[in-house]
């Protein structure tokens, strides 16, 4: 009889390197089942970074997390909220740093109430604010926060130098971090969460106060500290548009409260929109209105103008329709030449992420 | 970042690309450069399989690279030179003392070890106000301190470590000038045992002192972010009161309340110590007259001095409990 020491099959080191198979070491499993032809993908589905079970947190005067529940797959994942949404009290909470009001939450399959620190040697967390003391240069300065980690003085050197080359400090780094740019810092930042290798990092806003240039760069760090390092990544943002670029996964919340959690492809993919721009004629002066009219007894069913449409320039003009299969657009075009109208474009939009909230400032009013 | 500033031996596997992109080209992957050229390879991501050595191992690096700050050690040349120039300040005129002694052929030193501290009490007390603020205000005026807290140590451990290498900080600056005054004392013959004794007295008097000292600044420089309000504050603590109560002694050594002045002296730190030091380690004591104290005045003496270590060190704690993000 074959011994099968692992009931999920042989993992493939050449597919998901070193980091995962630790990674999923310490991981908790979201269920059960033991499928041993469970390929490696699914297999790391099934393993989860954080999960989080009615979890509240309450302050005499504020509740800073009511009863959230959601759980985090390697990966990138984007957690999103207005400022005072509470992101910070949930990174707190996940550090083992702030006891929670209510309700459980573990971390690499540790539990974030007894299990602080065993949490905080394996994930690395980089704060929103500034954090790094101006008159000690980048090496000294991640030296000293390895070891603080615990690794050895000779490790913790050899560490630093792999890190802030990875986050794209070369000579600068032996400067007195007082000159450095707000991109330099930021990096500095990142690579004293990652020097010691954690197999969890919590980014705090980690392209705040970035040019455009810097928060594209930083970005793409974020997708390479997942994507090379091997390392998941739980990154926080109150701007939706880099983080539909950046994570495998949005969670958002708001007041607390659980507003989403899906994938980003499911928020920006799972019904394409097409929009459609056409010119007024004589027989229609108003030839939007004819369009959505007829399209509507077509049976094609076009967005209303809303209160969330008006908002875009321009938007006044265009009918949008979700493109459910290829055969809108033949319907659209027919329906435009029977009406005489001019087409001036149809296009196939995205969801943004941000009509998550605009529907549901529209469920609000309903 | 500007391409001059990159090395000459760097190659554009490695010089021209944006540092998002920087690896790019993985573990053998991309297009590798003939050999014989100097190049850096691009070996990707190396995760780390070493040992973490936790907790202790924390407070230990902490304790170290406290106590190299406090003298500009690992750091900027111009945060060296207050210490180094204070410490040669506090220790110069030891060496000066034995050589006179060792001259004159005297049978004792001019000075005993502990009274030698109490005389450099305002050079000490610069020392310290310079050394509490750049161990414990630092970290919270650049916000380092939540880097700390999200890393296995706890608070405590964090507060025990900052504070243990403030004490060692000072005992090294206090206790540098006995261990020179003991090695001439022995270079000049003087009574082998009768020193040893003496300077071993010296060096506790030097823990103790070190020991207060550090805790009263600790928790005023934990205070405040702001490092020029710790070094004024801390200057303040430490000779207003002494002068005070000095002045005090003088005026009831004066008006002839002899018990008053033995009384008066448990009220500030440098007083204290003057006492403890010329009661129960050998010294003599710099009050008004050399006046010593009673059996019960020293049993309060001591008593006062265990409570402000707890109480002060009780303080610091608190002030970080909570600190977080």
Redesign the interface.
């Known amino acids: 009889m074959t011994l099968v020491q692992c009931p999920y099959g042989p993992l493939r080191p050449e597919a998901y390197g070193?980091?995962h198979l630790?990674s999923t070491g310490g991981g908790r499993e979201t269920d059960t089942a033991s499928d041993a032809d469970a390929t490696s993908r699914s297999y790391r589905r099934r393993v989860t970074v954080i999960a989080i079970e009615s979890l509240s947190k309450r302050y005499p005067r504020v509740t800073a997390l009511d009863r959230l529940t959601v759980g985090v797959e390697p990966g990138v994942t984007g957690l999103v909220g207005a400022n005072g949404a509470g992101k910070?009290t949930l990174?707190?909470i996940l550090?083992g740093?702030?006891p929670a009001t209510q309700g459980t939450a573990s971390v690499l399959g540790m539990d974030v109430a007894t299990q602080g620190?065993?949490i905080?040697?394996r994930?690395?967390?980089m704060?929103e604010?500034?954090?790094?003391?101006?008159?000690?240069s980048a090496t000294?300065f991640v030296v000293?926060?390895a070891?603080?980690?615990?690794?050895?003085?000779t490790?913790a050197r050899e560490?630093t130098a792999?890190t802030l080359?990875?986050?794209?400090?070369?000579?600068?780094r032996y400067r007195?971090m007082g000159g450095y740019s707000t991109g330099m810092k930021q990096?500095v930042k990142l690579a004293?969460a990652l020097v010691?290798?954690p197999r969890l990092v919590l980014l705090d806003e980690p392209t705040n106060g970035l040019d455009p240039v810097g928060r594209?760069?930083?970005?793409?760090?974020i997708r390479?500290v997942h994507t090379?390092?091997?390392i998941s990544v739980l990154v926080t943002s109150h701007l939706l548009g880099e983080l539909e670029r950046t994570s495998d996964h949005i969670v958002v919340i708001d007041g607390g409260k659980l507003l989403r959690s899906s994938s980003t492809a499911d928020f920006t993919q799972r019904t394409a929109v097409l929009a459609v721009e056409v010119t007024d004629t004589d027989a229609h002066p108003d030839g939007t209105a004819a369009l959505r009219e007829a399209l509507r007894q077509a049976g094609c069913a076009p967005h209303e103008p809303g209160p969330a449409g008006a908002l875009a320039p321009g938007a006044g003009h265009l009918v949008t329709l979700d493109l459910a299969d290829e055969s809108v657009y033949d319907t659209v075009r027919d329906t435009a030449a029977h009406l005489g109208l001019g087409l001036v474009r149809m296009e196939q939009r995205r969801h943004q992420i941000s009509e998550v909230f605009t529907e549901r400032s529209a469920g609000d009013v309903a | 970042?500007s391409p001059d500033?990159?090395?000459a031996h760097a190659t554009p596997a490695h010089a021209p690309a944006?540092?998002?992109?920087?690896?790019s080209a993985?573990a053998g992957g991309g297009s590798r450069p003939g050999r014989g050229q100097d190049v850096i390879h691009n070996i990707?991501?190396?995760?780390?399989?070493?040992?973490?050595?936790?907790?202790s191992?924390?407070r230990r690096?902490?304790f170290s690279?406290t106590l190299r700050g406090a003298y500009g050690l690992?750091?900027?040349a111009k945060?060296k030179v207050l210490p180094m120039l204070l410490f040669a300040a506090v220790s110069v005129p030891a060496a000066i003392v034995v050589a006179v002694s060792v001259v004159a052929k005297s049978d004792d030193l001019p000075v005993g070890y502990s009274e030698y501290v109490l005389m450099m009490q305002p050079l000490i007390g610069i020392y310290l106000a310079a050394a509490a603020p750049q161990a414990f205000s630092?970290?919270l005026r650049?916000?380092?301190t939540?880097?700390?807290?999200?890393?296995?140590?706890?608070r405590g451990d964090y507060v025990v470590a900052k504070f243990a290498a403030l004490s060692a900080a000072l005992f090294v600056f206090t206790a540098a000038p006995v261990l020179i005054m003991y090695a001439g004392a022995l270079l000049a013959k003087l009574g082998f045992a009768e020193q040893s004794g003496a300077a071993a007295q010296g060096l506790v008097f030097c823990a103790l002192f070190a020991l207060l000292h550090a805790a009263i600044a600790a928790w005023i420089a934990a205070l405040t972010p702001r490092r020029g309000f710790g070094i004024a504050a801390i200057i303040v603590a430490v000779t207003v009161p002494f002068f005070l109560i000095t002045a005090l002694q003088g005026i009831a050594w004066t008006s002839d309340s002899k018990e008053a002045v033995g009384w008066l002296g448990v009220a500030s730190p440098g007083t204290l110590l003057d006492g403890i030091q010329s009661t129960f380690l050998g010294g003599s004591s710099q009050f008004p007259g050399g006046q010593d104290l009673t059996g019960a005045q020293g049993a309060v003496y001591l008593v006062v001095l265990a409570a402000l270590l707890v109480c002060f060190y009780a303080l610091l704690q608190r002030r970080y409990r909570k600190a977080?993000?």
Do not use: N, W
């Open positions: 070193p980091t630790r910070s990174i707190k550090l740093l702030a620190g065993a905080r040697e994930v690395g967390y704060p604010h500034d954090c790094l003391p101006p008159d000690v000294e000293h926060m070891r603080m980690s615990g690794l050895p003085t490790a560490r792999d080359r990875h986050v794209g400090l070369y000579e600068e007195p990096r004293q010691h290798d594209d760069e930083m970005l793409g760090l390479r090379d390092f091997g | 970042m500033r990159t090395p944006p540092p998002g992109s920087a690896g993985p990707g991501y190396r995760g780390y399989e070493g040992p973490r050595l936790g907790r191992y924390a690096a902490l690279q690992g750091r900027s945060s630092l970290d650049f916000k380092t939540p880097l700390y807290f999200s890393r296995p140590m706890e977080g993000l």
